[in-house]
C-alpha cells in the first residue's frame, strides 16, 4: 500500500511521476488531498485529476480521502 498526500502543486507532480514504476506495482494507493471549505472544489478536482492519470499510467486500486481542518502533509 502507497500513500499520496496530494496538494497539486508541481512538486507533488514531479515526485508522483517520478514513483509511477512503483505505484503500479502497489496493490493498493491512497490518495489524501486538503478540502477548504472557501474553495471545496479546488482540492476534490485536483484530486480527481491525479486518480485519473494514475490509472492512465496503470496504477489500480486507487482510494481517494478528503481531510479537513489540516494540512495534508501533517
Not at 28 to 33: I, K, Q, T, Y
Amino acid at each position: 500500500t502507497v500513500a499520496i498526500a496530494w496538494d497539486g502543486s508541481p512538486q507533488a507532480g514531479r515526485a508522483v511521476r517520478a514513483a509511477a514504476p512503483i505505484l503500479q506495482l502497489a496493490s493498493h494507493v491512497l490518495v489524501f488531498s486538503n478540502v477548504d471549505d472557501a474553495a471545496p472544489a479546488a482540492g476534490a478536482v485536483s484530486a480527481e485529476r491525479l486518480s485519473e492519470y494514475l490509472q492512465r499510467c496503470g496504477v489500480g486500486n486507487i482510494v481517494a480521502r478528503e481531510l479537513r481542518g489540516e494540512h495534508v502533509a501533517a
